[in-house]
């Protein structure tokens, strides 16, 4: 909706934030051509007001003099503008030639994070449909593969991943997530502050469960600072404490399966013998039991922290089993599951995992949701031609720099260097994009309409928004959808293409995302063809500012379970396995060695992954790229606070300033990732005048999630020195 001042020059829209999960709504005001605030819509029915810094970063994107307007072609070592008809036929030649010469798996692609927040992301499903590649790729296996494979196992299904009901919930556990900046990942709760103040104001309790004492564990009751890595134990010690006290499940909506082998497995697990490796004091370990299973609801909530672990797996399936044994599993105030206007969920539930379909070049990394994980990547590219299945020889990146964001072993950059042809969707020339032969560039955010549909299957509340379209974009530019169908239709095998791009395209143009968006509603659990003459429709969420609120979740898991016999797994064989492995294992990491600390990540508010670093306002201010230590560790290796310190792991280094704090457990260094600014080439003008470091050059791809092969970047074993090298700081990995 839009509101003109008397002069009509002035307006205001409602729309929503789209830069991270939380989608808060915003109201833009705005005089002629220029942004003049951003602020929290109150009408908004998830976020009531509330926004982050991150919100107003918005309008400085929009008129960021870096970013990209046109398509840009590599010429010698920079770019020239080329007009869009040019830059498609240039794309779809090319990738085709890949295709005739070496086979349809010698093109890969990969879709980073951004994806997910526009509707745009099914026509990148599209565009990897028709290139019939299984080198695909995405930002899942950097930051949630592991809470999918759990739910594949305990439900039936990947797509069926539980929401904490934090509004509702007496006792909200958590586990490696810090809500209080990122506002929820696959639990979407926008001003996580103020639900977390609002638990303990109705007398609930907050556990935070974390090495470092993080802003959301300022807001709770009690910090539990685990050992990095120590999560599964702490779970394994708690259950034990449940099933010892004789505690069972009363009846719920559906059977839990497997109860009698759970039983036997953390019978092995006495809170004593868990302390150690979790790090956390037996009585803790039985407290935090018995309180979760005393209080009226209770919610056990964990997220990427956890997911970056070689246990990631593990972990949220004991999540989901705690819930589960202690009766909160589908219910108010545990672990839910939503009913969104477009059911997701339930449309895809059947679809499968896909899992082992196929396998990496090397045979390493099985395929999961039909994708590979990113950590393999680069020898994929860097493959030998006298394989079986040869080298990937061309990339098509939707919203992605993986140079930064995934654990590469600093190979990366020599084997984008590599390709025969590399075309990046992307609205700058970033850190992976620079090695790109083509550039096409989406609108800005605030020149897209958008209904979402993703974000409302792990919202804390049902509820349907729009995004108003601030700015009309130029006549010659594309939406991300627009790119991406552009493409599907190059790629097309010859003579189909030449028959059929025709019509297709007027397909594509006639079933753009609002029109898939109306069908959705239309027959969703809301819509009219459920609900009759007072159903959903777009047009009504597109009329009312602030979105249509559909009530709170329901217990609805009966209805969506995917297993064969309608059972919830809380024992699947192979996890049972697992873990008897692991509590047979000895601790060999906790011997002397060179490297005798453990590197966490962390989170800052005004930051975003490696998005927003090129916006003023987002990194004004102290660095907030360094290293975190505790003081103990500190005064050990005689270092000070704000010195220039090398980390390094076994197979890289970079050089940071320290940060001395004892809100981090003695033993753990946290540095925050997306960071490493400086290379040559990169169109970042802000962003290279505060580099920062790659912390992901100090982290092995090889050491992965046990199942997944998702990126495990917590408690990778580093140490930490004082370093003679001067400012202005630079990675010192390997290039």
């Given at each position: 909706m839009t509101a003109e001042g008397p002069a009509g020059s002035t307006r205001t829209v409602a729309r929503q934030c789209t830069l991270?999960?939380?989608?808060?709504?915003?109201?833009?005001?705005?005089?002629?051509?220029?942004?003049?605030?951003?602020?929290?819509?109150?009408?908004?029915?998830?976020?009531?007001?509330?926004?982050?810094?991150?919100?107003?970063?918005?309008?400085?994107?929009?008129?960021?003099?870096?970013?990209?307007?046109?398509?840009?072609?590599?010429?010698?070592?920079g770019f020239e503008e080329i007009g869009w008809d040019e830059a498609f036929a240039l794309a779809g030649d090319r990738l085709r030639a890949v295709q005739r010469r070496h086979g349809r798996d010698a093109i890969a692609m990969y879709l980073g994070n951004p994806a997910a927040h526009s509707s745009s992301v099914l026509y990148g499903?599209?565009?990897?449909?028709?290139?019939?590649?299984?080198?695909?790729?995405?930002?899942?296996?950097?930051?949630?593969?592991?809470?999918?494979?759990?739910?594949?196992?305990?439900?039936?299904?990947?797509?069926?991943?539980?929401?904490?009901?934090?509004?509702?919930?007496?006792?909200?556990?958590?586990?490696?997530?810090?809500?209080?900046?990122?506002n929820g990942s696959v639990t979407t709760m926008p001003d996580a502050r103020g639900r977390i103040a609002a638990i303990r104001r109705r007398g609930g309790s907050v556990v935070v469960v974390d090495p470092r004492r993080t802003e959301t564990a300022r807001l709770a009751d009690e910090h539990v600072a685990v050992r990095p890595g120590g999560d599964p134990y702490l779970l394994l010690g708690m259950l034990h404490t449940i099933f010892a006290d004789g505690i069972r499940p009363a009846p719920g909506t559906v059977a839990l399966g497997g109860m009698d082998e759970l039983a036997e497995m953390v019978a092995a697990c006495p809170p004593e013998k868990m302390a150690p490796r979790a790090g956390v004091d037996a009585e803790t370990i039985r407290r935090l039991a018995r309180d979760h299973t005393a209080a009226r609801s209770a919610v056990a909530y964990a997220r990427i922290g956890v997911c970056h672990q070689v246990t990631g797996t593990l972990t949220h399936w004991l999540v989901n089993t705690l819930n589960a044994v202690t009766g909160n599993l589908d219910r108010p105030g545990g672990q839910m599951f939503s009913t969104p206007p477009i059911d997701a969920a339930r449309l895809l539930r059947r679809l499968g995992s896909g899992y082992g379909l196929w396998s990496s070049r090397t045979g390493e990394h099985k395929s999961f949701r039909t994708e590979l994980p990113v950590v393999g990547l680069a020898d994929e590219i860097l493959g030998d031609e006298q394989d079986a299945v040869g080298p990937v020889r061309a990339l098509v990146t939707y919203a992605g720099n993986p140079v930064l964001s995934t654990p590469q072993g600093g190979r990366l950059d020599k084997a984008l260097d590599s390709l025969d042809f590399f075309v990046a969707v992307d609205m700058y020339v970033t850190e992976t994009s620079r090695h790109a032969d083509l550039i096409l560039p989406p609108v800005s955010h605030l020149e897209r309409e958008e209904f979402d549909f993703l974000f409302p299957v792990f919202s804390v509340r049902n509820n349907a928004r729009f995004s108003a379209r601030v700015f009309e974009p130029a006549a010659d530019a594309l939406e991300d959808w627009e790119i991406l169908s552009r493409l599907t239709l190059e790629v097309l095998p010859l003579p189909f293409r030449k028959?059929?791009?025709?019509?297709?395209?007027?397909?594509?143009?006639?079933?753009?995302?609002?029109?898939l968006g109306a069908l959705g509603i239309l027959t969703g659990p809301h819509g009219v063809l459920r609900r009759g003459r007072r159903g959903l429709t777009l047009g009504q969420v597109r009329r009312t500012r602030g979105g249509i609120d559909l009530g709170p979740l329901q217990p609805r898991l009966r209805s969506l379970l995917a297993t064969r016999d309608r059972r919830v797994h809380v024992a699947p064989p192979e996890f049972v396995d697992e873990t008897r492995r692991l509590l047979t294992e000895t601790e060999n990491d906790q011997r002397e060695t060179e490297f005798d600390l453990r590197l966490i990540g962390r989170r800052h508010l005004r930051s975003n992954n490696s998005w927003l670093h090129n916006i003023p306002t987002m990194v004004k201010g102290r660095d907030r790229c360094t290293v975190l230590m505790h003081p103990d560790d500190a005064a050990v290796r005689s270092l000070v606070q704000?010195?220039?310190?090398?980390?390094?792991?076994?197979?890289?280094?970079?050089?940071?300033?320290?940060?001395?704090?004892?809100?981090?457990?003695?033993?753990?260094?946290?540095?925050?990732?997306?960071?490493g600014h400086d290379e040559k080439g990169v169109g970042w003008s802000t962003a290279a005048a505060h580099p920062g470091a790659n912390v992901n050059l100090l982290h092995d791809p090889a050491i992965t999630d046990t199942f997944t092969g998702n990126a495990a970047v917590n408690a990778t074993m580093v140490n930490v020195a004082a370093t003679n090298e001067r400012s202005p700081v630079r990675n010192a990995g390997t290039r």
């Amino acid at each position: 909706m839009t509101a003109e001042g008397p002069a009509g020059s002035t307006r205001t829209v409602a729309r929503q934030c789209t830069l991270c999960e939380a989608h808060c709504g915003i109201l833009v005001t705005v005089d002629r051509d220029r942004v003049t605030r951003i602020q929290g819509d109150p009408d908004d029915v998830l976020s009531h007001g509330y926004i982050c810094p991150k919100a107003t970063a918005l309008a400085d994107l929009h008129h960021d003099p870096d970013r990209l307007r046109r398509p840009m072609r590599r010429v010698g070592d920079g770019f020239e503008e080329i007009g869009w008809d040019e830059a498609f036929a240039l794309a779809g030649d090319r990738l085709r030639a890949v295709q005739r010469r070496h086979g349809r798996d010698a093109i890969a692609m990969y879709l980073g994070n951004p994806a997910a927040h526009s509707s745009s992301v099914l026509y990148g499903i599209a565009l990897r449909v028709a290139l019939l590649t299984r080198k695909f790729y995405s930002a899942s296996s950097i930051d949630q593969f592991p809470q999918e494979f759990a739910a594949w196992k305990m439900f039936g299904s990947n797509v069926l991943m539980p929401i904490a009901d934090i509004d509702r919930t007496d006792r909200l556990l958590i586990l490696g997530a810090n809500p209080a900046v990122s506002n929820g990942s696959v639990t979407t709760m926008p001003d996580a502050r103020g639900r977390i103040a609002a638990i303990r104001r109705r007398g609930g309790s907050v556990v935070v469960v974390d090495p470092r004492r993080t802003e959301t564990a300022r807001l709770a009751d009690e910090h539990v600072a685990v050992r990095p890595g120590g999560d599964p134990y702490l779970l394994l010690g708690m259950l034990h404490t449940i099933f010892a006290d004789g505690i069972r499940p009363a009846p719920g909506t559906v059977a839990l399966g497997g109860m009698d082998e759970l039983a036997e497995m953390v019978a092995a697990c006495p809170p004593e013998k868990m302390a150690p490796r979790a790090g956390v004091d037996a009585e803790t370990i039985r407290r935090l039991a018995r309180d979760h299973t005393a209080a009226r609801s209770a919610v056990a909530y964990a997220r990427i922290g956890v997911c970056h672990q070689v246990t990631g797996t593990l972990t949220h399936w004991l999540v989901n089993t705690l819930n589960a044994v202690t009766g909160n599993l589908d219910r108010p105030g545990g672990q839910m599951f939503s009913t969104p206007p477009i059911d997701a969920a339930r449309l895809l539930r059947r679809l499968g995992s896909g899992y082992g379909l196929w396998s990496s070049r090397t045979g390493e990394h099985k395929s999961f949701r039909t994708e590979l994980p990113v950590v393999g990547l680069a020898d994929e590219i860097l493959g030998d031609e006298q394989d079986a299945v040869g080298p990937v020889r061309a990339l098509v990146t939707y919203a992605g720099n993986p140079v930064l964001s995934t654990p590469q072993g600093g190979r990366l950059d020599k084997a984008l260097d590599s390709l025969d042809f590399f075309v990046a969707v992307d609205m700058y020339v970033t850190e992976t994009s620079r090695h790109a032969d083509l550039i096409l560039p989406p609108v800005s955010h605030l020149e897209r309409e958008e209904f979402d549909f993703l974000f409302p299957v792990f919202s804390v509340r049902n509820n349907a928004r729009f995004s108003a379209r601030v700015f009309e974009p130029a006549a010659d530019a594309l939406e991300d959808w627009e790119i991406l169908s552009r493409l599907t239709l190059e790629v097309l095998p010859l003579p189909f293409r030449k028959q059929s791009t025709r019509p297709l395209r007027a397909v594509f143009d006639r079933l753009g995302p609002l029109r898939l968006g109306a069908l959705g509603i239309l027959t969703g659990p809301h819509g009219v063809l459920r609900r009759g003459r007072r159903g959903l429709t777009l047009g009504q969420v597109r009329r009312t500012r602030g979105g249509i609120d559909l009530g709170p979740l329901q217990p609805r898991l009966r209805s969506l379970l995917a297993t064969r016999d309608r059972r919830v797994h809380v024992a699947p064989p192979e996890f049972v396995d697992e873990t008897r492995r692991l509590l047979t294992e000895t601790e060999n990491d906790q011997r002397e060695t060179e490297f005798d600390l453990r590197l966490i990540g962390r989170r800052h508010l005004r930051s975003n992954n490696s998005w927003l670093h090129n916006i003023p306002t987002m990194v004004k201010g102290r660095d907030r790229c360094t290293v975190l230590m505790h003081p103990d560790d500190a005064a050990v290796r005689s270092l000070v606070q704000g010195q220039p310190v090398t980390v390094r792991s076994r197979i890289g280094s970079i050089v940071v300033p320290l940060e001395v704090s004892d809100e981090i457990r003695a033993g753990t260094v946290a540095i925050p990732h997306g960071w490493g600014h400086d290379e040559k080439g990169v169109g970042w003008s802000t962003a290279a005048a505060h580099p920062g470091a790659n912390v992901n050059l100090l982290h092995d791809p090889a050491i992965t999630d046990t199942f997944t092969g998702n990126a495990a970047v917590n408690a990778t074993m580093v140490n930490v020195a004082a370093t003679n090298e001067r400012s202005p700081v630079r990675n010192a990995g390997t290039r």
